[in-house]
């Protein structure tokens, strides 16, 4: 099926390890992201990617790192894990045109202890 | 920055009943709009969208029109049912400049429909 992909789907770590989340798309897309659900249902971007460069970093902190090896990857690793960190995180993709939608993976939920 | 503003939830509504979240924006330009639809423990599923002023989308009963003088994009339905019960997320787009790489969403509203 054409998806993104993330895993896993639950991480639980304690404060201070450093973790990763994988993210896969075979839908062809140019523009891939990562996006954190606060436990208030709210989503915000942290990283866009188009053609494996960084376009969008808003504002999160170092301890943050994406890296893009190809256009249908994009990973995300977390340094020193705080317990500000505990969320989900969504990867997704799209064209990189305006009109269109993003398509989102079914979340990684990371509990930090 | 963009912004969009949902109404307040939770909504909730016994089936059958006819829906309305509403939404408005605040962007530079023209941009393209979104609903996705949230059903528990599962990522985002786009439901609708509209590119351009007066455009209307729809799926699975579901519309919302793009009212540029009202810089609106409320979501309706004339009858929900129980499976529609979910969060549901009005978002931008923009359609150039840097901008362009990330959706923007609302805060999200809880939708419960009672049988």
């Known amino acids: 099926d054409t998806a993104v992909s993330q895993t896993p789907k639950y991480l639980v770590t304690q404060m201070g390890n450093d973790k990763s989340i994988k993210c896969e798309q075979n839908?062809?897309?140019?523009?891939m992201y990562w996006y954190k659900q606060d436990s208030k249902k709210f989503l915000k971007i942290m990283f866009s990617?188009?053609?494996?460069?960084?376009?969008i970093n808003e504002t999160v902190p170092n301890r943050f790192s994406p890296k893009s090896p190809d256009k249908a990857h994009l990973n995300l690793h977390i340094n020193s894990l705080e317990l500000g960190d505990s969320a989900v995180y969504f990867c997704?993709?799209?064209?990189?045109?305006?009109?269109?939608?993003?398509?989102f993976g079914n979340g990684t939920r990371l509990t930090v202890t | 920055g963009d912004s969009v503003t949902q109404m307040e939830g939770p909504v909730t509504l016994s089936e059958e009943a006819f829906l309305t979240i509403n939404c408005t924006y605040t962007?530079?330009?023209?941009?393209?709009l979104f609903w996705y639809v949230q059903y528990p423990g599962e990522g985002l599923q786009l439901l609708l969208k509209?590119?351009?002023?007066?455009d209307k989308g729809s799926n699975k009963g579901f519309e919302a029109t793009y009212r540029k003088e009202t810089t609106s994009f409320h979501l309706e339905k004339g009858s929900v049912q129980v499976s529609d019960s979910a969060v549901y997320f009005c978002?931008?787009?923009?359609?150039?400049?840097?901008?362009?790489?990330?959706?923007?969403f609302g805060k999200g509203t809880l939708l419960t429909v009672n049988p």
């Open positions: 997704a993709s799209s064209q990189p045109g305006g009109n269109s939608p993003l398509h």
């Open positions: 839908l062809g897309h140019d523009t």
């Open positions: 990617y188009n053609n494996k460069e960084l376009i």
């Open positions: 962007a530079t330009g023209y941009p393209s």
């Open positions: 509209a590119t351009k002023a007066d």
């Open positions: 978002a931008l787009r923009r359609n150039s400049g840097g901008s362009n790489y990330k959706l923007t």
